[in-house]
DNA sequence: GGCTCATACTGCGTATTTGCAGCATGGCTT
DNA sequence: AAGCCATGCTGCAAATACGCAGTATGAGCC
């Protein structure tokens, strides 16, 4: 039995037919299909039903997906071992955080640090997922939230990151504004989607204005910028982000309950790597310089 | 990267040599090192010291021949739970003992199992390392000792087997035995050796002859009986085994610290299927009606 | 110290695998 | 209802991997 066709099962079992499956292994077709036939003769047993509409897997084809999900996490996990170990022989420090955080703390705090120490290359990755820190997808996180737990990571507590309700300048002047609390179910919200919104901030809004089904969503801070700019509604965003909008203005005074933590995680096995440290002192001092931007206080 | 080579990482690095993991991989050692230098390429890091003596792991290539490993145990999980299922389809039934337990308890029950139920097929197998019943290699297993534990299977207890002190009868005619504890210590003992040395009945013999070391050790009962038989001193024996062989004599009356637990061991996934089921309850209203020959009492 | 054995490496012919193009069929949309 | 797209399957040629034989070199043994 050859370990590699479990790949195939694996892929085809994702992609619901031996074509789609294919296309993602840079296979042809009749590849795929002739080696879901060898693994099935290995095994002596039918993992697929074949049907016009593509491939689909029995109970014990199920079976031997969920093995091969976890021979994969153990071959991506060892790749990425490997991956970040060579990262760190070539002195390359790897930093990952949302779009906006990377944008407005990573990328100024990279720019000084090159003029500093010009021999350690920094890449800055903002993904859609969070990338996994402990298995070596990065070295280093800047995330928002509640403490990152786990294995293999090492969180440092940043300034809290204060968020408050904005709107356009040009929709206060048509619609006026909230200034407390109470005022602002009369409005139109935008709310948030995804993993975002089960921050307090979003939530603390939805709260304000209880029964009121929210016509518009945003997935991302970015686009919550761009409907807000629009003159949409009414929406949350950290104040750094906001204040930085000339055509935005804050709606409500601070409330102190609608501070999210800031966290910047380390991997365990790079954190004592010279140039990892380097870049981890000095992102910290950075984003502690910046504390009036994200607690809008002086 | 092919997951396959993972498989020749592994052989490699536990046989020392490309040409050693070639014979037991059944390819040409000529592939293996093709194969070693891809997933290096794939990699893009050496994973052995090539040295005229063999190929020895990098730190690296440590590291990936343990995820290897832990892939193995997968995969071989995954194909022994299907063919324990394939088995339990074709209304198979595995079972398993030590030794001297499947000659004396199975194989006996085994032959008035079949004269009543001739559709169901029973394996007896018997080897050396206790075969995995919760990953599938057998059905049913009889084993001597504690509880077994573990997930995945069902334990049920069965009478205790006693051990008492044994000798050949020629041994008595030239030499006296024993009669009680302290005479011990003037005979020749033959110890047991291995996972058996720590079953009670053995330790208790030990203790009974408190720095005597045993000229000659038995790694298996088979060997025991067969050393008694040839005069070479006394040992201990399960009185199943002991009473049945006419050369031999008990040297001393029954001990009941001496008995040993006996306990029927199911596969979950497969306890509840009609043929095991029959199988399982057949074995144990056998082994209760050996009860006299197992304890030595009537 | 010389011998044998095991090992890694190289060149070449063969065998296996893979890709490609074409065909048939069923589901989905218009 | 009819066309379109995606899918699975088959025959043939190319690409690739494989095995074999031979060479060189170091380790272990007598």
Redesign the pocket.
Known sequence: MDW?DLRFVLE?AR?????????TL?????????????IECDLAQRLFD??????RPTEAGQRVVESAERIEAEVLALARRIEAEQRTLKGVVRVTASESLANQLLTPAAARFQERHSGIAIQIVSEDRRLDIARGEADIAVRAGSRPEGAGIVARRMPDANWTLYCSRAYAERFGHPRRREEIARHTIIGMEGHMASLPPPLWLEAAAPGVIPRLRSNSLTNMVANLRAGLGIGMLPVFIGDDEPELMRCIPRVPELDSELWLVVREDAKDAAHVRAAVEFLAEHIRAERPRLTGEP
Request: aromatic letters at 4%.
């Open positions: 590699g085809v992609s619901g037919s031996a074509l789609a499956a294919s296309r840079g296979v042809n077709q009749t590849t795929v299909i002739r080696r879901i036939g060898q074949r049907q016009r509409s593509g491939y």
